[in-house]
């Protein structure tokens, strides 16, 4: 089993992930577009961005990619950035190996 990361332990503090997902969508900037609609972008999560016809479907929206680009980045085990100290506490099962 490996666990989150090699970040020294007296310097962050694990959360879990809906902790880390509130924590991400805190860093949400919204913008209005030229056409009423809005677009929702998460600084802290490279390339985490949405778009939605109302402000309030934008917020809905940019959580669901928020769990959406947690949940790819721990299937291809890429890198969970760290958000105001905070990271996600999670557990890899390692395959099992063959036994020859």
Known sequence: MRTSGNR?????KKVTFEQYVRLALSHA??????DGTWTAEVPVLP????????RDEAVEMIKDAIEAWVLTALRFQDEI???DGCVLQYAIDE??????
């Open 8 to 12: 020294e332990a007296a310097l962050e």
């Open 29 to 34: 900037r919204y913008t209005q577009n030229e």
């Open 47 to 54: 390339g985490c961005i949405s778009w939605a016809p109302t």
């Open 81 to 83: 950035p760290e958000i």
């Open 95 to 100: 395959p099992p190996r063959a036994v020859r």
